[in-house]
């Protein structure tokens, strides 16, 4: 889908098969794997698990930063992150536009769009209409403020791939990732 | 693990894949999340396209707390003798960014991830994922007792 607004991606990120390298990506899952598996990691990581749920978060935040990782030995790749995540299995599925506030309080997401970017809204239905479909969806699922109900129940180690080159860096959520 | 990666990464190298993600990385960037649903996850859109997903490997969205512009993750469970330690591996895909704009400091990288509809729509209008309040997180209650750096 063309679009005649907002930046261009850089020539650099003319992607190739070439980004997709097998050996680049094993260089880097090997990396990955030796700090995943480190015994301070772990025992950091299951600290962290161990942690009553309302204290997870502040576990995690505390023990799994790069920072202090290295401090311990782990030996993290130079451009490693770890950070809250979670996943969803796809898009929402599309129900009836409802734009006022949830009924259980709460933002709105559209609005908070508007307010970033006015007139987003109308740009979003006619450029995208996927996903200002599920724009829609989830703005009015009532879960989305709710309490996190599983937390510390993702523990994924990831390789991230950005272009222009193909891998940047690993990742990871430390058992402190997000289900819903 | 180690086979586990292998497997994501026998996948992503397949020529069929590859060559969705390259058309996928020659849009522009504000048009590549409408894409991934069109495509991506779309079992029959793969289908077309000649892309055989192996049984035990997930194509999902996700958000990540630090707010980097994430545009999709291929991912596959461990087995459940390794749960105790790690539950899955992934290959996640992201938007370019600079690596100055998306911090590592702890009170950055443990924010409430960002609802993917959300993030989706702000990445198709170009916004900066930063400038959405930490309220539209997912499970943002949850986030409340984090300390912030003073």
């Given at each position: 889908m063309a679009s005649d607004s907002g930046p261009t991606p850089a020539p650099?990120?003319?992607?190739?098969?070439?980004?997709?390298d097998r050996a680049v990506l094993r260089k880097t899952t090997d990396d990955l794997i030796e700090a995943l598996t480190a015994p301070a990691y772990v025992e950091a990581m299951l600290a962290v698990r161990s942690a009553p749920e309302e204290h997870r978060l502040e576990e995690a935040s505390r023990r799994l930063s790069p920072d202090a990782l290295r401090k311990l030995g782990v030996p993290l790749p130079p451009d490693m992150r770890i950070s809250s995540r979670y996943f969803e299995t796809g898009f929402p599925d599309s129900i009836d536009v409802e734009l006022g506030d949830p009924p259980q309080g709460g933002l709105n997401l559209i609005n908070e769009l508007n307010k970033v970017q006015p007139g987003l809204l109308d740009s979003l239905h006619t450029q995208y209409p996927d996903i200002y479909q599920a724009l829609v969806a989830q703005s009015a699922?009532?879960?989305?403020?709710?309490?996190?109900?599983?937390?510390?129940?993702c523990q994924c180690g990831g390789a991230i791939v950005t272009g222009p080159f193909g891998i940047g860096h690993g990742t990871a959520c430390g058992g402190a990732g997000l289900y819903l | 693990m180690r086979q586990t990666y292998d497997e994501l990464i026998a996948f992503v190298t397949t020529p069929a894949f590859s060559a969705i993600y390259a058309e996928l990385m020659s849009l522009p960037r504000e048009d590549r999340p409408s894409f991934i649903a069109r495509v991506l996850l779309q079992p029959e859109s793969l289908r077309e396209r000649g892309v055989n997903v192996p049984d035990g490997i997930l194509i999902q969205t996700s958000a990540f707390g630090d707010r980097r512009p994430t545009l999709f993750v291929v991912k596959k469970f461990l087995p459940?003798?390794?749960?105790?330690?790690?539950?899955n591996v992934n290959i996640t895909f992201d938007n370019?960014?600079?690596?100055?704009?998306?911090?590592?400091a702890p009170d950055s990288a443990w924010r409430p991830p960002l609802p993917v509809a959300l993030q989706n729509a702000a990445i198709a209008a170009g916004?900066?994922?930063?400038?959405?309040?930490?309220?539209?997180?997912?499970?943002n209650r949850g986030f409340e007792a984090l300390p912030k750096t003073p």
């Open positions: 650099t990120e003319i992607a190739s098969t070439e980004i997709l699922n009532a879960g989305l403020s709710s309490p996190i109900t599983r937390i510390g129940t | 459940p003798e390794f749960h105790g330690a790690w539950e370019f960014y600079e690596d100055r704009d998306v911090s590592r916004i900066d994922l930063n400038l959405l309040p930490l309220e539209c997180g997912v499970g």
